[in-house]
């Protein structure tokens, strides 16, 4: 039994599926002279078969997501017929009598070297691109001992990872994932937002995972506690199955409210919206009973595209997201790049030391005025296309630290409206504007800020984590970057209470939104609009309907006496299991 963070909550049992089993078991077998010719065909066969796969993906995914979402796929065929990348290939396997496979652990490691030498990001996230191709050609080259990748993935599979690359995160929907484990990452990477926004459970910051585990394993992902078990007994097999059905039957039940209004016992109507990442996850959001998109972060559409999408391009991502959220408010987010996340073509040119407090986010946006222009215009121009057919699209900036950046962004937004007038091409009359609440910053000077914006939305990730100094993406401090802890609550309280006495419009969508301990203690302090990933809604419907204002009150006014967060979290687990003990399985530790 190991223990990492939980991430995406549920149970599941299924067999091991090893991403980057060629990073952990490096070939060292030399081949005999008559091997060679072999091993070259082998690897042709192999070059073959996957770039066949990457074509075919393009053309799914372009069709079933977007085109520059399949972009992708393209960059990544051109690597894998880059004459370089063969000729060394081919020279190892040759001249060293290397196997195909570990020419090409050696040429990813190679690069590697090579491009952190660079200073130029671009460039340095490239490795990741040849990383994924060596892993798909890799997978192509497996002997027969181990399962082909096709055979394993026909039954339920957990995927073991280090971290899953970003083409994998897009292809997993063809897959019969029920869980996710990876060795990196935590609440915010890759393989957690794609696992909350389909319902999977999910563990990360599992160190060393992959050295204790092989695709054909069997595992078990008990996200409650973030506890991963390898080739359980039968007796433990057949506790954690059950579990797992337990936690399938509580999924289907609770999906079945999603026509039902998000109302508290005593009448209280609440809004539960969706953190959205693109149309596959609007249409999910909608699915699961969500009334609206309270957060669509539009960089995945920066990152999955190999240069600066443009105002058509993006207008379309934009309107597809529309299209899929009927007669709903879509709140659309600029862009939210930096800190863990670097769009090579927006000159990220050398490393920062701080890169979360560094150049990040709408501080990036105001030194590229002209790309943030296109944005800017795709979304006004989305949200005439909004109002055509009875939804609202509402615009909201990342990172607002200061009362001077809210008035530079408004004074952009309507030049941005003017020039479109100009041009006579049809933007949104009413498009409010928001702020995202994640800096300490803004959260003391709240007063100040309101008056200049129409809403806003707390981003308790970021939150969190400037509040306690502890990076929302390092396991080794993540028992400091807890939503629960005593300081973010007091804050969290003093900002909701701003926000009511102003009569602002509030949503907070940092993933504490999701979280049963917190939602309960988020409604107690007068939250009303709550942001998730799309399989969170049904359940805090159905936690909704166990609250009353008045037992929620009880409950925060003791969380509020606590001095610890581990005291907070103990006591929250009690009374979860008192007020909604149906959710006992997504109460996460
Ligand atoms: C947040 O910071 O809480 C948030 C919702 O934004 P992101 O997770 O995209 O930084
Ligand atoms: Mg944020």
């Known amino acids: 039994m190991r223990k990492g963070i939980s991430v995406s909550p549920g149970v599941a049992v299924g067999t091991a599926y090893c991403i980057h089993e060629i990073f952990v078991d490096p070939d060292t077998k030399r081949l005999e ?19 066949a796969e990457l074509r075919a993906l393009h053309h799914k995914v372009a069709a079933q997501v977007g085109a520059p979402e399949a972009a992708i796929f393209a960059a990544h065929e051109s690597i894998l017929r880059d004459a370089a990348f063969t000729n060394k290939v081919r020279t190892w396997v040759v001249n060293d009598r290397l196997t195909a496979k570990a020419a090409l652990h050696r040429l990813l490691d190679e690069y590697t070297i090579l491009f952190t030498k660079t200073n130029d990001e671009y460039i340095k996230e490239r490795v990741n691109d040849v990383r994924d191709v060596v892993i798909r050609l890799s997978t192509h080259l497996s002997d027969v001992a181990k399962p082909e990748a096709t055979s394993v993935l026909s039954g339920p599979v957990i995927v073991v990872a280090d971290e899953l690359l970003p083409s994998q995160v897009v292809t997993l929907g063809g897959l019969e994932v029920r869980g996710i484990v990876t060795q990196a990452g935590s609440q915010t990477s890759h393989a957690a937002i794609i696992a909350r926004s389909r319902g999977i459970p999910a563990i990360s910051g599992m160190r060393g995972i992959l050295s204790h585990v092989k695709t054909g394993d069997t595992i078990v992902v008990d996200a409650r506690g973030g506890h991963v078990l390898v080739n359980p007994d039968a007796e433990q097999r057949s506790a954690y199955l059950k579990l797992e059905r337990e936690f399938f039957l509580l999924k289907d039940q609770l999906a079945a409210n999603r026509d039902q209004p998000a109302r508290t016992q005593d009448g209280i109507d609440l809004e539960l919206v969706a953190n959205i990442n693109g149309a596959i996850d609007a249409r999910a959001a909608v699915a699961m009973g969500a ?11 920066y990152l999955t595209h190999p240069d600066v999408p443009d105002e058509e391009e993006q207008y379309i991502a934009y309107k597809e997201v529309i299209d899929a959220s009927p007669n709903r408010t879509i709140t659309i987010r600029t862009l939210d790049i930096g800190g863990d996340k670097t769009v090579p073509y927006l000159g990220h040119t050398h490393q920062e030391a701080n890169p ?16 943030f222009a296109t944005q800017l215009r795709a979304v006004l121009r989305a949200a005439a296309h909004a109002e055509h057919v009875g939804s609202r699209v509402r615009l909201m900036f990342p990172m607002i630290t200061a009362l001077e950046e809210i008035r530079k962004v ?18 949104g009359s009413d498009v409010k504007l928001g702020m995202m609440l994640e800096v300490p910053a803004a959260a003391i000077s709240i007063k100040d800020m309101l008056p200049e914006v129409d809403f806003v939305s707390i981003g308790s990730n970021d939150l969190v984590q400037y509040l306690m100094a502890a990076d929302r993406d390092n396991p080794k401090v993540s028992h400091l970057c807890q939503p629960l802890a005593p300081p973010v609550l007091k804050v969290l309280s003093h900002v909701i209470k701003a926000c009511q006495k102003s009569g602002k419009s509030l949503t907070l969508c940092g993933e504490m939104a999701g979280q049963p301990r917190a939602f ?26 166990h609250l009353t204002l008045e037992s929620a009150r009880q409950v925060l006014r003791k969380a509020m006496t606590l001095r610890t967060t581990a005291g907070v979290n103990r006591y929250m687990a009690e009374q979860l299991a008192r007020i909604a003990p149906n959710l006992r399985m997504l109460d996460v530790d």
């Open 33 to 51: 002279d008559n091997e060679v010719t072999a091993e070259l065909a082998s690897y042709e066969t192999a070059r073959d078969k996957a770039a």
């Open 356 to 371: 979360f407090m560094g150049w990040r986010s709408i501080r990036l946006s105001f030194e590229h005025p002209e790309f």
């Open 520 to 545: 309960v203690l988020l409604f107690a302090m007068g939250l009303r609009s709550f942001s998730m990933s799309p399989a969170f809604i049904p359940s805090m419907k159905d936690l909704a309907a």
């Open 410 to 427: 408004k004074s952009m937004v309507n030049k941005a409206a003017q020039q479109l007038r100009q041009e006579q091409k049809a933007f």
């Open 291 to 301: 009334s609206g998109v309270g957060l669509f972060r539009t960089e995945y559409l």
